[in-house]
């Protein structure tokens, strides 16, 4: 196992982080595949720098009004509503 | 009956216009591209009861050619697997090699074709999604130059790598298919103008005396015997057609799998954050805060690999380990753009096998993610680059069917059109 790849308690911070929920069986299986995986991507140090010569450009449009969505079209999916609002969980 | 190889996730007719080039044609829709009414999951549980309140610019154009769509097609959740085993909805199997996994994660559009369940397909192509079930089940596929087809209502994996695409039985359907849904589009920022008038079907001529076929022995070396008698057999014909081929080594590209891996995760870790459960989408319910529901929503309704991919993104792209992994795989992906910018001042395209070996057996990749990463090593290189590829069936070996791959210059989809042909003849 490589020296930087995340043990269990890593694991689960990064699944806080990221705001997905794993139970213990999960945990246990990506702490091993992720050594694994990451013990690849680690051969990306012997990558050299490049230069990179893109020509980039803005590509902005108008700022302007356009036809969207209707509040009824864009609630049609959500799970609850409530007045023509999303009605979500408690922030804190 | 596609039933019997689980190829759609939602049946559903889509009439379009009377006329058109497509008037005469059905085609499936890989379920992660936007119709309006018609359900799109993207084969997740997470987006098991989503409609869309609007078509993708590719359906639009689809419709107004006048294509019959037939159903949404069958995929690896998200985009995320290389087999389409990773579906909420069941793997599809492989018409054209029974007990086989049709490739992924567009495995449902080319089972679709592969069948005769569609005339014509429509996949994505983020690391090969494309042209590796193209390849599995005996049938064309093109991932175009990035930026040639809009990704308006794609339901996005990792924008910066991945292209929507045609599978057909044919280069030239192909090519006429992507005729249809190529050429700028106001509402995606990243299309250009060169598809605009194109006319990719007739470049379909199979002419290629005088074209040079360059081979980059490190996208050959890892291959199956098997597969590399096809390949080779493939270039014998080419040569007797006329065309010459050379060695050419593009060192990179040795790089290019876990580079890719690196910023698609990267990418999927922030484009799969707006999963939340409360705009769209399989809900965690709403007992607690806000991250508790939202932890619980993404728990209950993600599958094992669109998780793995989400977790490993987000701590690429943590405080301390961004430059270790995202900033090297920038540099990888620059190396990899200018060894194929250098390779092409000396040929037109550049052939490899499409895949490594024939379809996988059912199951026999899920348990080492590592092994599925690697299988995509010919297939990346072209994502990175932002350039066109395309895989033709060139026969089978036991197990099933072998695909040649040929990748050409950015907007040189005439060019690989016209090479891919000849391999028909």
Redesign the interface.
Known sequence: MSD?S?GPEE?RH??????????DD?VEK?TD??A???D??E??????????EADLVN???EDEVRES?SQE??L?????TEDGY??????? | MSADHNIFVTEETVEGAADGPLADSTVAVKDNISTEGVRTTCGSEMLDDYVPPYDATVVEKLTEAGATIVGKANMDEFGMGSTTETSAFGPAENPAAPGRVPGGSSGGSAAAVAAGEADLALGSDTGGSIRNPAAFCGVVGIKPTYGLVSRYGLVAYANSLEQIGPLAPTVEEAAALLDVISGPDERDATTRDEGADSDYASAATGDVDGTTVGVPTELVEGADEGVRGRFEAALDDLESQGATVEEVSLPSVEHAVEAYYVIAMSEASSNLARFDGVRYGHSGGFDGNWNEAFSKAREEAFGEEVKRRILLGTYALSAGYHDKYYKQAQDARAWVKQDFDEAFESVDVLASPTMPTPPFEVGESLDDPLQMYLADANTVPANLADLPAISVPAGEVDGGPVGVQFVGPAFGEEEIIRVGSAVEQ
């Open positions: 930087t995340p694991v990064v699944a806080d982080l990221a705001r997905v929920g794993l139970d999960e990506f595949q992720f694994d995986i990451l690849y991507f051969t990306l140090d012997e990558v050299p720098e490049v230069d990179r590509v902005m449009r969505l079209e864009a049609a999916n959500a799970p609850e999303f009605k979500g969980p408690n922030v804190s």
